[in-house]
């Protein structure tokens, strides 16, 4: 695992509207290793969205360089961007993001058909990814028949039906109450204790705890990267299994 | 592109198009009045087509006419009425003077003579004298009994074959053969009945009744009757060879300068493709010119509900490219939808054609002779096609949209 999974250097991105141009990236360098859960946050307008944006291949630096396993991606067009969220990327937004008229399972089932997988392993690799979050025994409710925690979970088997290299989440709570946004980082943090790698954009410290490494954006820079050495997940076990000692 | 892909994308059109089912139905309209003109334009000709090839079969595709009156009725009407008649000697002079035909035979007409079979009697019908040879003739070919023979000619025997219309008329729900039929007052047995040859071009065949010349001279005389020679002149591929020495000897019979223009005309069945080639263009340019401004219509009705459509679910293309989905699968999405659209409208004009095609032959009598009852098969799949062309070119601007929208933007969309 000597070449990390991502590496920015000075990547910047302008939007021009108009008359003058926004810069919401000013030139960010920084590293990802594989399994690693990092956590970005900083005020809105920082370009936190826009970084994220461009980490999952849904958008493209203005200038920078961005490898993605070693491999330059700045320049990629839409279809080879296409190719790599297809295939190495599971996104997770804040609102959702599914198919209102489909089932769990269609919309877990969703990237295989760009992928060109048969419909048999499809139905099986989606309800497999289902049951890893919990939801098996929902496979033919639609969105609206779900709680929000419910769909976001859908939305989050959905990234994982790829078996992607980098999960992304964009303040992935932010449309759930406290209960079910812990449920979700819990979930998250399982992830990544079985080896993935996650990086989520949130505006609130609490879910940023969860992750290993928190780096924090203002105004299209980097303010600060520091690790985090006691991630929130773990103490959670930690006072789970003591719990359960003292229960016995 | 992967089979699941297209698949996606089918059921996806699919379902778009059952959510909207009054809108689609609606948007289809112009695609599908365009297909109905094709498809009835298409039934018209190749109902035409039919009779004509039936009219020129039962006359023969090899059989020259010489007579007195042009039936494609492209030399002067005041130029024919002043031709003098082609008498009996003449007819016989041409006969003999022949070479390179198969054979030759003479016809001649009269009309409005009383005939009466038992207790019917009509003055309809055409009394035709030939020779025995004509039987050998597509148009005097018996469906029933035979033809004269030569002997019966040469001692004009009192016997008579009846055409298909004459036969039912006379003897309805009888067979006739070997019945009596008076003719002008005299007595003729009936010996045959010849095939069904009519069509909507000319009924005139059916209407005869075929007896020897000897016997058609003895009743009504040669007097101001124009005679027709009609030439078999063995294969198409003679006919020209044929046509030209039944020109030469014709002008020779007749006593022509070399300056002089022809004073008759050497008719063909191919007459007939002539004289409905101006209806046939008709009915060809109005059903095109009809269905193009359907069309038109129609494509511009779609182009602007796949722009909707397109607009309607930005948020779900937003979705579906942040998976993965490239360019050409969000395109084939809304291309197969707008050709799916046109399909359903072109679906439902076929049935609507099919269904006026039989209105038509069972209102309409007479039609069910050259008519099918369905539009050909082969102009349905046509239509089809031309459809879905259409759904296509339609599509092509709204997908194109959809395909380059940016996944952010779209997702913002909502």
């Known amino acids: 695992m000597d070449t990390p999974l991502i590496v920015l250097e000075k990547l910047t991105k302008v939007y021009s509207t108009g008359a003058e141009d926004v810069y919401a990236l000013r030139g960010i360098s920084l590293q990802i290793r594989a399994n690693e859960f990092v956590a970005i946050m900083g005020p809105s307008g920082s370009g936190k969205s826009t970084l994220l944006h461009i980490l999952g291949c849904l958008d493209s630096p203005t200038s920078g360089r961005y490898l993605f396993r070693g491999r330059d991606v700045s320049q990629l067009n839409d279809d080879e961007l296409a190719r790599i969220r297809n295939r190495e990327i599971g996104f997770v937004f804040q609102a959702f993001n599914l198919l209102p008229r489909a089932t769990a399972l269609k919309n877990v089932e969703l990237p295989l058909i760009y992928a060109g997988v048969p419909a048999e392993e499809r139905r099986q690799r989606a309800r497999a990814a289902l049951e890893a979050v919990g939801l098996g025994d929902r496979l033919s409710h639609r969105p609206n028949e779900l709680s929000g925690g419910q769909r976001q979970r859908v939305a989050i088997a959905r990234a994982l039906v790829i078996r992607p290299s980098l999960i992304l989440a964009d303040e992935p709570t932010g449309n759930l109450d406290t209960a079910s946004g812990q449920e979700i980082m819990r979930l998250f943090s399982e992830l990544w204790s079985q080896g993935n790698t996650i990086v989520l954009v949130t505006h609130e410290e609490y879910i940023a705890r969860y992750a290993q490494r928190i780096i924090r954006l203002r105004d299209g820079r980097v303010e600060s990267d520091t690790p985090n050495p006691e991630p929130l997940s773990v103490l959670v076990t930690a006072e789970d299994s003591h719990d359960i000692a003292g229960n016995s | ?414």
């Open chain 2, 1 to 414: 592109m992967t089979l699941p892909e297209i698949r996606e994308a089918v059921s996806v059109a699919l379902e778009a198009i059952r959510l909207n089912f009054f809108r689609s139905l609606l948007t289809t309209i112009g695609i599908a009045i365009g297909t109905l003109f094709v498809c009835l334009m298409a039934w018209l000709l190749y109902g035409l087509d039919t009779s004509l090839n039936r009219t020129i079969a039962s006359l023969g595709s090899d059989m020259l006419y010489a007579d007195k009156w042009d039936w494609t009725g492209r030399t002067r009407w005041t130029e024919v009425r002043s031709r003098k008649d082609i008498t009996y000697w003449q007819a016989r002079a041409v006969i003999e003077g022949l070479r390179t035909a198969e054979f030759a035979v003479p016809l001649v007409w009269a009309r409005g003579a009383r005939i009466s079979a038992g207790p019917i009697t009509t003055t309809d019908a055409v009394v035709t004298g030939t020779l025995s040879l004509y039987g050998k003739t597509p148009s005097g070919t018996t469906a029933a009994g035979r033809f004269f023979s030569l002997a019966e000619d040469r001692s004009a025997t009192p016997v008579a074959v009846l055409g298909y219309k004459v036969a039912q008329q006379l003897f309805p729900k009888q067979n006739p053969l070997g019945k009596l039929l008076h003719i002008a007052g005299i007595p003729f047995t009936v010996i045959g009945v010849v095939e069904q040859q009519g069509t909507i071009f000319s009924s005139f065949e059916d209407e005869q009744i075929f007896i020897p010349l000897p016997m058609f001279v003895r009743l009504f005389g040669l007097t101001k009757r124009s005679f027709v020679i009609a030439v078999k002149a063995g294969s198409e591929e003679r006919l020209e060879l044929v046509r030209h020495e039944l020109r030469g000897v014709m002008r020779r019979v007749r006593g022509l300068a070399p300056e002089a223009p022809d004073d008759f005309s050497i008719n063909e069945a191919q007459a007939f493709r002539e004289q409905i080639a101006g209806l046939r263009q008709a009915v060809w340019g109005t059903g095109i010119s009809m269905s193009m401004l359907s069309f038109v219509v129609g494509i511009i009705g779609i182009v602007n509900i796949m722009f909707v459509s397109v607009a309607e679910r930005t948020y779900e293309i937003g979705l579906r490219k942040a998976v993965g989905a490239r360019r050409r699968s969000i395109a084939l999405q809304f291309l197969i939808e707008s050709a799916l659209l046109c399909l359903v409208g072109a679906s439902a004009a076929l049935a609507i054609g099919n269904a006026i095609a039989l209105l038509v032959r069972a209102a309409i009598p007479g039609t069910g002779e050259f008519l099918t009852p369905y539009i050909p098969p082969h102009h349905m799949g046509i239509a089809l096609v031309v459809a879905s062309t259409a759904g296509i070119i339609a599509g092509w601007a709204p997908a194109m949209r959809a395909a380059r929208l940016h996944p952010i933007v779209a997702l913002r969309h909502e």
